[in-house]
């Protein structure tokens, strides 16, 4: 017996400006900068990792920040939107803090439920749906976001697909099902497959138009998606499945996690990681994406490394807010 999918264990997209992009998921959404360290398959750049308290999957948003990547095109094979699970009675808190951050938001019902959309600074669709499931906990250190508005982690995915057939084949293959399906004209179809059982991130939203064009990577645009293996065991049974039907690629350590990558046939890259290691391996808890942290084959280039990065300052101000009341200044000279 296979392990199954749960849901999703991060989406990677990419960025332009560093700062910008880190000032927007932590000083806006809330979200927590768990993990800075560079792109391992481009040594030269940033690799950002945003999530809960700890980064656990199926909360974490991933970014490679490219400072002169010029601006991607969402089209067909590709993921239009990324939405994230927010508590019920959260929706009207978030109109008005995106709103005081010169946001424009839209309004929009999907399967019956309210979707809050709206575009990062680099135009990636980011979603926040109000759920049920979704149980309020506290929010991350450092975010001034209350724990009952918090963001909880995914809620799914929407993929632009030119035709429907082989990725629902491949879906179906990982367990998930189709489970809802609006809309009836030729390129306001969509379809929702999701797998059992309430997980982070389990909803993929499939919308189809075949007269879609194909899109083009770049800033605002996702890379890949990646979904929940429990452990490398669990990964290896999934390989062995998948490669019957797909390229897939060996394992690769990404150190906080191992992985697979293959394509699915409309063309966006899926990957399947591990819930271990986890982004606790090579930082304490309190001081999580603080500094910058590569892996030990690249240690010796560390100085060289950090010549090509460009600086950035982090925000520490809510927690020093919690610890001490008012002193922002202390999170400032941190
Ligand atoms: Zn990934």
Redesign the pocket.
């Given at each position: 017996m296979k392990t199954p999918i749960a849901g999703l264990h991060?989406v990677?997209a990419i960025a332009s400006d560093p700062q910008r992009n880190l000032d927007f998921y932590t000083q806006v959404l809330g979200l927590r900068f768990v993990k800075r360290t560079i792109n391992f398959d481009d040594p030269g750049t940033y690799h950002f990792y945003f999530g809960d308290d700890t980064g656990k999957p199926g909360t974490i948003l991933?970014f490679f920040p490219w400072p002169h990547a010029r601006k991607g095109q969402m089209g067909a094979g590709e993921v239009i939107a990324t939405a994230f699970s927010i508590p019920v009675g959260s929706k009207e808190f978030w109109h008005d803090r995106l709103k005081a951050n010169g946001i424009a938001v839209q309004e929009h019902t999907r399967f019956d439920s309210q979707v809050i959309s709206f575009s990062d600074r680099d135009g990636m669709v980011i979603e926040l749906v109000e759920q049920e499931e979704a149980h309020p906990g506290a929010a991350p250190r450092y975010s001034d976001v209350p724990g009952s508005k918090a963001i909880q982690g995914f809620y799914g995915v929407t993929l632009l697909e030119r035709s429907l057939e082989d990725t629902e084949t491949v879906l179906e293959i990982m367990g998930l099902r189709k489970v809802a399906e609006e809309g009836n004209a030729e390129n306001e179809r969509l379809i929702r497959f999701a797998p059992e059982g309430y997980a982070l991130g389990r909803f993929v939203d499939i919308k189809l138009d075949a007269a879609a064009r194909h899109g083009r990577m770049g800033a605002g645009t996702v890379h890949?998606i990646?979904f929940r293996n429990t452990d490398d065991a669990a990964q290896a049974e999934w390989r062995r499945t998948l490669a019957r039907y797909l390229s897939v690629t060996p394992v690769q350590d990404r150190t906080y996690f191992h992985?697979i990558y293959f394509r699915e046939p409309g063309g966006v890259l899926f990957?399947m990681?591990t819930d271990n290691p986890g982004f606790l391996i090579d930082e304490p808890i309190e001081s999580l994406g603080e500094e910058l942290r590569i892996p030990e084959w690249y240690e010796p280039n560390r100085s060289a490394m950090e010549a090509q990065i460009l600086p950035i300052t982090l925000h520490k101000a809510a927690v020093a807010k919690e610890e001490t009341a008012t002193d922002e200044t202390i999170g400032a000279s941190r």
């Open positions: 991060h990677t991933t890949h990646a992985s990957e990681a």
